[in-house]
């Protein structure tokens, strides 16, 4: 069963991402290679499914539908809940 079985359509890519964790990492997260931690599915944090109806940010796997990453931006802070992540790999440029 695939996210687009039992999922909603109310939600866009994970480019939505680029914005708002640009605040809180220096490389574009968007091409990181994010693994779930429910399916172990693997991909560019862009194909995650991002929902915006709520306090932040909600990505779920593009495969499993599982909760990936949530983000939420205060007065003060940003909040990156990364539970549903085993890793997220940046390509480094050679030394």
Same mark, same amino acid.
């Given at each position: 069963m695939t996210s687009?079985?039992?999922l909603p359509?109310?939600?866009v890519?994970?480019?939505a991402? *680029?914005?708002? &964790?640009a605040e809180v990492f220096t490389a574009d997260v968007t091409v990181a290679q994010s693994?779930?931690?429910?399916c172990g599915a693997t991909g560019p944090v862009a194909r995650l499914l991002v929902y915006r109806d *709520?306090?932040? &940010?909600v990505a779920r796997c593009q495969e499993c539908g599982q909760v990936v990453l949530r983000y939420v931006r205060t007065a003060s802070a940003a909040h990156l809940d990364m539970r549903g992540t085993v890793t997220l790999a940046f390509s480094l440029a050679p030394e």
């Amino acid at each position: 069963m695939t996210s687009e079985e039992h999922l909603p359509d109310d939600h866009v890519d994970g480019n939505a991402l *680029a914005g708002p &964790l640009a605040e809180v990492f220096t490389a574009d997260v968007t091409v990181a290679q994010s693994e779930c931690a429910h399916c172990g599915a693997t991909g560019p944090v862009a194909r995650l499914l991002v929902y915006r109806d *709520a306090p932040g &940010l909600v990505a779920r796997c593009q495969e499993c539908g599982q909760v990936v990453l949530r983000y939420v931006r205060t007065a003060s802070a940003a909040h990156l809940d990364m539970r549903g992540t085993v890793t997220l790999a940046f390509s480094l440029a050679p030394e």
